[in-house]
């Protein structure tokens, strides 16, 4: 079994930084793109940063200069720090990765984690 584990969500003054963190447990033979996703309430969950296993990163217009991807294959971790907060990045953020299990190696494409909740007060 493979799983995302999502942490470091909470709430935060807006200005403020926080740090998410994603770990894959389980056996992952290859991880290939990782990325973060956030869902405010009635609203549909949007990408917000993604970054491949050659360290590509891609990010949603409105977080560009205010949100780092970055991962640590070793760790099987991703992080996504997040400085300059708005009230408008409030949301459940998600991690999710295009993984091959390590016993078999099957792919599973598209694995989702919990999500974590990130609050932004005014």
């Known amino acids: 079994q493979v799983q995302l584990v999502e942490s470091g969500g909470g709430l935060v003054q807006a200005g403020g930084s926080l740090r998410l963190s994603c770990a894959a447990s389980?056996?992952?033979?290859?991880?290939?793109?990782m990325g973060w996703y956030r869902q405010a309430p009635g609203k549909e969950r949007e990408l917000v940063a993604a970054?491949?296993?050659?360290?590509?990163?891609n990010y949603a217009d409105s977080v560009k200069g205010r949100f780092t991807i970055s991962r640590d294959n070793a760790k099987k971790t991703v992080y996504l720090q997040m400085s300059s907060l708005k009230p408008e990045d409030t949301g459940v953020y998600y991690c999710?990765?295009?993984?091959?299990?390590?016993?078999?190696?099957?792919?599973?494409?598209?694995?989702w984690g919990q999500g974590t909740q990130v609050t932004v007060s005014s």
């Open positions: 970054i491949t296993d050659g360290a590509d990163t």
């Open positions: 389980g056996s992952v033979f290859v991880i290939n793109t």
């Open positions: 999710n990765a295009d993984l091959i299990e390590d016993r078999k190696h099957i792919r599973y494409p598209e694995v």
